[in-house]
T-cell receptor, first 116, second 116 residues
Framework: GENVEQHPSTLSVQEGDSAVIKCTYS??????FPWYKQELGKRPQLIID?????GEKKDQRIAVTLNKTAKHFSLHITETQPEDSAVYFC???????????????FGQGTILTVHP | GAVVSQHPSWVICKSGTSVKIECRSL??????MFWYRQFPKQSLMLMAT?????????EQGVEKDKFLINHASLTLSTLTVTSAHPEDSSFYIC????????????FGSGTQLSVL
C-alpha cells in the first residue's frame, strides 16, 4: 500500500518568513495530493490540493509543487502569520477518481509555529 | 461547499460500554463515507470504508466486530465502538465526498472518545 513520509515534524518560523513542508510517497499510482491544516481538537481543513497532471498550484500565500518522477510534493507558505500556526498534514490517494477516492494515506504531520 | 456533520463532539464512557458515533452528509448523498482515527499528536489513520447498503471494508488491523459500521442511508453512517476500553480512547473522524469526479474530501467535526 501507499506510504507517505512528511518532514519536518516541527517547524518554527518568524512572522513574515516562508515555511516549506515536504512529503514523499511510495505508490506511483497516487494521483491526488491534498494538504490539510488542523487546529487542536478540530477537523482537518483542506487548504490546497494538486493532481498528478499538474506540477504546481498556487492559492494566494499557499503553493504546492509536485514532482512525480521523484515522488515528492511540497507545501510552501509565504509571508507567514501567527494564525498559520497549526498542524499540517499531507496526504496521497492512489485511487482518486475511482471508487476509493476518500482513502487517503496521511503523512505524520508538521507542527508549524509562527512567532510574532 | 459540502458539509459533513458528526455527533457527538465528545463522549466519556465507562470501560465495557458501547458508544455510537454518527456521521451525516448534510447537502449531498454519500454512497461512501470513510472513518479515520487519530491518536494524540499522531496522524489520521483510515479505519474503514463505509458503503451504503453493503458491508463496510475494514483496513488491515482494524477489528470489524469491535468497530461496527452501519451505512443504512445515503446521508448517514454510524460507527459503534463496542465494549470500549481505555486504549480505544481517540479522536474519531468521518469523511465523505460527493460522487462527482475530482470532488474534494470533507471531514466531519470529529468525536473525542474517552474511555475510563
Amino acid at each position: 500500500g501507499e506510504n507517505v513520509e512528511q518532514h519536518p515534524s516541527t517547524l518554527s518560523v518568524q512572522e513574515g518568513d516562508s515555511a516549506v513542508i515536504k512529503c514523499t510517497y511510495s505508490d506511483s499510482a497516487s494521483n491526488y495530493f491534498p494538504w490539510y491544516k488542523q487546529e487542536l481538537g478540530k477537523r482537518p481543513q483542506l487548504i490546497i490540493d494538486i493532481r498528478s497532471n499538474v506540477g504546481e498550484k498556487k492559492d494566494q500565500r499557499i503553493a504546492v509543487t509536485l514532482n512525480k518522477t521523484a515522488k515528492h510534493f511540497s507545501l510552501h507558505i509565504t509571508e507567514t502569520q501567527p494564525e498559520d500556526s497549526a498542524v499540517y498534514f499531507c496526504a496521497a490517494n492512489p485511487n482518486a477518481g475511482g471508487t476509493s477516492y476518500g482513502k487517503l494515506t496521511f503523512g505524520q504531520g508538521t507542527i508549524l509555529t509562527v512567532h510574532p | 461547499g459540502a458539509v459533513v456533520s458528526q455527533h457527538p463532539s465528545w463522549v466519556i464512557c465507562k470501560s465495557g460500554t458501547s458508544v455510537k458515533i454518527e456521521c451525516r452528509s448534510l447537502d449531498f448523498q454519500a454512497t461512501t463515507m470513510f472513518w479515520y482515527r487519530q491518536f494524540p499528536k499522531q496522524s489520521l489513520m483510515l479505519m474503514a470504508t463505509s458503503n451504503e447498503g453493503s458491508k463496510a471494508t475494514y483496513e488491515q488491523g482494524v477489528e470489524k466486530d469491535k468497530f461496527l459500521i452501519n451505512h443504512a442511508s445515503l446521508t448517514l453512517s454510524t460507527l459503534t465502538v463496542t465494549s470500549a476500553h481505555p486504549e480505544d480512547s481517540s479522536f474519531y473522524i468521518c469523511s465523505a465526498q460527493r460522487p462527482v469526479l475530482n470532488e474534494k474530501l470533507f471531514f466531519g467535526s470529529g468525536t473525542q472518545l474517552s474511555v475510563l
